[in-house]
């Protein structure tokens, strides 16, 4: 089965961290957040995904390469973005069978393969899953029928409209069957949950409901910090997960406590401790005297000596001098350098 995948977003809610690589390539507790999502496809039985590309091509094909664990990538590009709708009508091509169609940002263990059963057993055109979440009104909300057919499609409803009610959300994962988008035109900008999903209503359109499953949008901070938390934590698996890497170098009277993740080739000063809920990237480097704590390190950053570091997110190569205190929410985009001394608190 294939698989198109939208990674085209700016992700602009991530910044800073999204303005030097796509979404689709941050780092969740050291891998590209789009093998996560691979591994998900491939235990479902998807061998073939596209990859619909728009921010930073380059780097995401760079990155993710043109297969994965046997599965083949392959990529489609658009020079100015199309939208989430006019995004799937150029992959149309791809979708000559029973097709999965996603966002990329989507962390979750919905089972596929059940939700494909349920495709074939309601003969769906489309099929949408749907979860529910504490906040509906950052997500489609849809409303279903006993049977399973989709009543109603609202994006990102005000708060007001959804208020008091148990609702499913899109969870952005869909089946599609070929022949659904004929009623697009190409090289159009379409939303998909907006211009598209409405006109599906009543056609063969259907919503797959799961609950108690593990399902994260990564599309903020504050979201991606949940979800890498949330690994270290067990609530979501990844396989291979090390709690150091190789080449890792603790100093005398250093230690890292678990659940973290350190990468390989960095190096951590003496007396200092890496506390619970941190990942650090490949071959950073902390000073002597350090706390690291809840806090999320990229690739190849420096912490100077007597530093505390907690509850923040420093992407790649990001320069921390001695004796600073970054805390509270903090997120500092690539190549970041604080003097010595420094205080920063979100
Ligand atoms: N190729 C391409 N072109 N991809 C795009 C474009 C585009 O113009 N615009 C967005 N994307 C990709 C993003 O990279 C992301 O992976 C996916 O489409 C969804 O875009 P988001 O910007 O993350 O949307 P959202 O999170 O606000 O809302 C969507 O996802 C929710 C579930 O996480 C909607 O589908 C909601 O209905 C849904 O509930
Ligand atoms: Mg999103």
């Not at 988008?181 to 209503?201: A, H």
Request: aromatic share 6%.
């Amino acid at each position: 089965m294939r698989a198109i995948v939208l990674v085209g977003g700016e992700g602009t809610r991530l910044r800073p961290l999204t303005l030097c690589v796509p979404k689709a390539v941050v780092p969740v507790v050291n891998r590209p957040m789009m093998f996560l999502i691979l591994n998900w496809l491939k235990s479902h039985g998807v061998s073939e995904v596209v990859l619909s590309a728009c921010y930073k091509p380059d780097i995401l094909r760079k990155v993710i390469g043109r297969t994965y664990r046997g599965m083949k990538i392959d990529y489609i590009y658009e020079e100015s973005p199309l939208g989430t709708g006019g995004a799937v009508k150029r992959a149309e091509k791809y979708i000559n069978g029973t097709t999965v169609v996603m966002n990329g940002d989507i962390l979750t263990d919905l089972d596929l393969s059940k939700m494909l059963k349920f495709h074939r057993q309601k003969k769906s055109r489309v099929s949408i899953a749907l979860t529910q979440a504490s906040n509906p009104s950052s997500y489609g909300v849809v409303e279903t029928g006993r049977d399973g057919s989709v009543l109603r499609f609202l994006e990102k409803p005000s708060p007001e409209e959804v208020a008091g009610k148990v609702l499913n959300i899109n969870a952005g994962v869909y089946i599609i069957e070929p022949g659904t988008l004929d009623l697009m035109k190409d090289g159009k900008v379409y939303s998909i949950e907006r211009d598209i999903f409405p006109k599906f209503i009543g056609d063969g359109f259907y919503g797959f409901v799961s609950r108690n499953i593990y399902w994260m949008d990564l599309g903020t901070a504050a979201k991606y910090v949940k979800a890498c938390r949330d690994i270290l934590e067990g609530a979501y698996k990844v396989k291979g997960l090390e709690a150091a890497g190789k080449n890792v170098k603790f100093g005398g009277g250093s230690r890292a406590v678990r659940p973290s993740c350190i990468g390989s080739g960095t190096v951590v000063g003496g007396n200092s401790r890496i506390g619970e809920l941190s990942v650090l990237g490949k071959n950073c480097v902390i000073g002597k005297n350090c706390v690291v704590e809840r806090a999320i390190l990229w690739d190849n950053v420096t912490i100077g000596d007597n530093c505390v570091i907690s509850d923040c997110v420093l992407a790649g190569g990001v320069k921390v001098g001695a004796s600073s205190s970054v805390t509270g929410e903090t997120v500092l985009g690539e190549g970041s350098v604080l003097a010595p001394y420094s205080r920063l608190r979100a």
